[in-house]
């Protein structure tokens, strides 16, 4: 039947199935789109703040989808929503929101400040305040504001990130010092860095590692004490800057306070792991003559060929490993850490590693009104230094030989033995391979602490604390090695410290409102003893060049010409500070804020004519926000803080107000009973009238937020003045004593200007972009100074004497003091037009007058990318080691140069003079950190977090300094009259790249 059906009939059957289901599918797709536009619609409304105002850029998002929107000028917003959503309201500064639309389709959300940030503490001495009602000028960093990759102490944590405060790494060896100013320099003899406080124990500040001072090598500094503590073990830092903040600590507050709070365990056991491995690179080389171009030049031509800076420079390897345990909830909490630090030098040989053991507990008692804490950091710090001098010749120690060594002398004689030419030309490979220099420093640092709620409002607390270190170095000179005063004799250093340090604190705290006005009190007293043993042995005329025998067995030094074995200043000191304290914070209607503070120190530093200093300090502060006038609509925050007191400093050396005598210059024969000399040498002298230096301190300070606090910042004036300042003074002779320790009439001023923005650029759901901002202005200058102090060292052929920086009145601290170079006459000998004798140069110095730090944190999604940069203006850096080495006499002598001596119009025999020829702008910015890190999502009950990270540090400078670093400061002392910014054969900082994860479980 079927095919009965004419064909055109076919074809239109089969064209009215497809219409059909043409049909079909239109009203099934219509079906669907209705019932989806059923199920999405318009969602509509307004955001306000507690002030019923509209919040303009408030972010609405559609939780678990990729939708959303932003409020308007006036806070309103519209969103499409799906069925059962839930919209998420966001913004700077105000906790979240999470509102399920139902079938409601106008949702208004009134959001309210974020109690968290409200009430963000900032820890201050002896307790903590909320950051809005601090008084003083305080600032607060924590982990995400830190510096990443590798470092090795906490100072390094907040380089560039705080405005005010300076931070110069004085050289690139791994453990190298650090100098820390907090408002400028203040001080010559009483040291300049802030006290540290970690973990409530206040840090005697003193050197915990021994430096040396080698026949043919020169004064070595000591590395960083403060090298023991593992950074990765810190929560937060807090750094005190005015007098309202630091007279606290009264007689060691001058210089500012840096207090430092490590990691507590919270909520369920967590087990943490982190590991990290770095790359290191020196980031500049001196652009020194090759082989052919020294040959070309005319230079002394030995047949070799070698380049000294590749012999000498390596890539440095840094591993880290972290791990910690912790927890904690309502009645207590503990963390316990391991740590260990390896990091190569970038040269040859140097190295540190640290070992690290930390524990961080407490736990509740007698219905929750006993608190009995303990935190405890022991480490064990391993060094390995290389020779690399203060104060060298020109001879020079090894930095100073690998520039300076001729580019045409091999390394290595034909028998294999090292090139040694001659005690002035060391070769730089043998410098190392010949001698050997290692420091052991063993550290514990802890306290244990009990607080009683005695009332409601009355708490006492007890702590005791220790810090105890123990540190040796070892260094031997082969008698193989070719250097001044060592040849054919072999010399051994040992330096032991030992320091035994105690702390007792007892302070009632009584916190109670009346009506509107909030009385917070504190009163304490406080006993800390500081004890401090050395011993230096010296031994010389070895029979073996083994350095490992010169080193363990002492007596293989042949007793002779020159003296075998001999210790000198062997002896212990100790001093104590007792203290009384108090202070008084008032609040009035949550609108006006008082503190008071009084803190009474005695030493036994000080005579008993002045035994105690007295420390007063007066703060306000006016919220000017919580008042009716206030500008809502302009401000989020405003207020204004002013503070005026003393502060003191008593960082000189331990009992100077009485005569005392040590024990030293003893010398031992080896293999024998009998002692050859030796006696008593005075070490200090009557001097009872001897006091505090104080400074007095005023700060007038600007708190504000603005654009719904997307962008908010505090501005400081500040001037301190320090008077009676503390002076080391050689006697001139005939005179009853060689030294006094005198207090100068005198006052150093710094006067400067401090901002610190945030700014919250774009806060969305999957994407943020936040910058942090701060610069500090400073300018020092020294009054009413009589007489002149030479400082400065500069070292080199023919520079016997020469220093370049002086202090006296009207200028500013260490100010150079040189020559003005004016080019070269047609014999290639120096110009001065303004005569040849050295004179101030318009109040230059190597302190500067701004510094600053820009960061970028930007966030999309699981990445986190941060950049920051920080800068320092208005400083200038002498080159001593130009002075010394990169001169035209010193390439006619057969020494390698820069490049640009050899096309220079200078003579080969022409004096190089100290002048400003070697002086240059030290300013610079650097791309000091950026880091990248990605959160990993992760499922399942073992792993809760984890991140992967990748850090560059130092990784691009800008600056016109032709040296190797524009961050560099040699100590250059004169009779112990500190220097600054004077750069001689640094160890070159590095390049660091470092990638790393962390794991929690």
Known sequence: MMNSFPSAGRVSLARQFAVLGKIAMTVLFTVVFLGVQAQERQVTGKVKDATNTGMPGVTVAVKGTQRGTSTDVDGNYKVSVPANATLVFSYVGYSNQEIAVGTRSVVDVT?????????????????????????????????????????????????????????????????????????????????????????????????????????????????????????????????????????????????????????????????????????????????????????????????????????????????????????GDANGSYRFTLGFLSQQGIIKESDIKRYSIGFNGSKKFINDKLTIASNINISNNQDANVPVSENIGFTGDLMGNILKANPTRAVYNADGTFTQPGVTEPNPLAFIALSQDNTNSLRALGNINAELQIFKDLKFKTVVGFDKSFSSRKAAYSRD????GNTGIGRAYIGDIETDNKLWENYFTYDKEFNKINVNALLGYSYQSFNRSTKNITAANFRTSDMDLMLNNIASANAGKFGSNVINNSGSETDELQ????????????????????????????????????????????????????????????????????????????????????????????????????????????????????????????????????????????????????????????????????????????????????????DQ??????????????????????????????????????????????????????????????????????????????????????????????????????????????????????????????????????????????????????????????????????????????????????????TGQNLLTFTKYDGQDPEVSTNKSINGIPSFGIDYTAYPRARTWTIGANISF
Do not use: C
């Open 579 to 762: 203290s009384y304290f108090g202070r008084v914070n008032v609040g009035i209607n949550d609108k006006y804020l008082l503190t008071a503070t009084l803190r009474s120190d005695g030493s036994t530093k000080f005579g008993g004519n002045n035994k105690y200093g007295f420390f007063p300090s007066f703060a306000a502060k006016w919220k000017i926000m919580n008042e009716s006038f206030a500008p809502k609509d302009i401000f989020d925050d405003l207020a204004v803080r002013f503070g005026y007191g003393l502060t003191g400093n008593q960082s000189i050396p331990h009992n100077v107000y009485d005569r005392r005598d040590r024990y030293s210059g003893w010398g031992i024969n080896a293999g024998a009973d009998n002692i050859e000399g030796g006696g008593l040498n005075a070490v200090a002298f009557n001097n009872p009238n001897l006091k505090w230096e104080t400074t007095s301190s005023i700060n007038l300070g600007l708190d504000f937020a603005i654009l719904k606090n997307r962008l908010s910042g505090t501005i400081d004036f500040y001037q301190k003045n320090t008077r009676d300042l503390l002076f080391y003074v050689i006697s001139a002779q005939p005179a009853p004593t060689p030294f006094t320790w005198k207090n100068l009439d005198t006052d150093i001023q710094n006067r400067g200007l401090e901002i610190s923005l945030n700014g919250s650029v774009i």
């Open 111 to 327: 959001l309210l400040e974020d109690n968290k940030v409200l009430n963000e503490v900032v820890v201050v001495g002896y307790g903590t305040v909320k950051k809005k009602d601090a008084t003083g000028a305080v600032n607060a960093i924590g982990a995400k504001d830190f510096q990443k990759g590798v470092v090795v102490s906490p100072e390094q944590l907040m380089q560039g990130r705080v405005a005010g405060v300076q931070i110069t790494q004085s050289s690139g060896e791994p453990g190298g010092g650090i100098n820390v100013r907090i408002r400028g320099t203040s001080s010559v003899f009483g040291g300049n860095n802030p006290l540290f406080v970690i973990d409530g124990v206040p840090l005697a500040g003193d050197n915990t590692s021994s430096d040396a001072s080698a026949s043919g090598v020169g004064r070595q500094a000591a590395k960083n004490p403060l090298n023991f503590l593992n950074p990765d073990d810190i929560a937060s830092i807090d750094i005190l800057k005015d007098a309202s903040a630091t007279a606290i600590y009264g007689s060691r507050g001058a210089n500012g306070v840096v207090l430092i709070t490590t990691k507590k365990g919270k909520g369920k056991g967590t087990l943490e792991y982190g590991y990290s491995l770095g790359t290191s690179k020196i980031t500049k080389r001196y652009d020194l003559l090759s082989a052919a171009e020294f040959r070309a030049a005319g230079g002394q031509d030995q047949g070799g060929n070698t380049d000294w800076q590749n012999e000498l420079f390596r890539t440095g390897y840094t591993n880290q490993h972290n791990l910690a345990y912790g927890g």
């Open 765 to 950: 759901t999957n994407f943020g972009w936040e910058v942090l901002l701060n610069a500090g202005f400073n300018k020092n200058m020294v009054n009413n100074l009589s007489g002149v102090f030479d400082t400065g060292e500069i070292n080199g052929q023919g520079l016997s004497g020469a220093f370049a920086q002086r202090i006296a009145a009207g200028q500013p601290l260490f100010a150079y003091f040189l020559r003005d170079f004016g080019g070269y006459d047609e014999n290639g000998n120096s110009l001065y037009p303004s005569g040849d004798y050295q004179q101030f140069l318009n109040g230059k110095s190597p302190l500067p007058t701004a510094t600053g730090g820009l960061t970028n944190n930007f966030r999309y999604k699981s990445w986190d990318l941060s950049l920051f940069f920080n800068g320092v203006f208005g400083n200038y850096l002498y080159s001593n080691t130009a002075n010394a080495f990169f001169t035209k006499g010193s390439f006619a002598n057969g020494r390698n140069v820069t490049k640009d001596v050899v096309t220079s119009k200078e003579g080969p025999l022409n004096a190089p003079d100290v002048s400003t020829r070697f002086l240059q702008k030290g300013d610079f910015v650097r791309l000091q950190n950026l880091n990248l890190s990605y959160r990993v999502p992760v499922s399942g009950k073992t792993i809760s977090n984890l991140r992967v990270f990748l």
């Open 481 to 484: 090695l070719v250097i001044e």
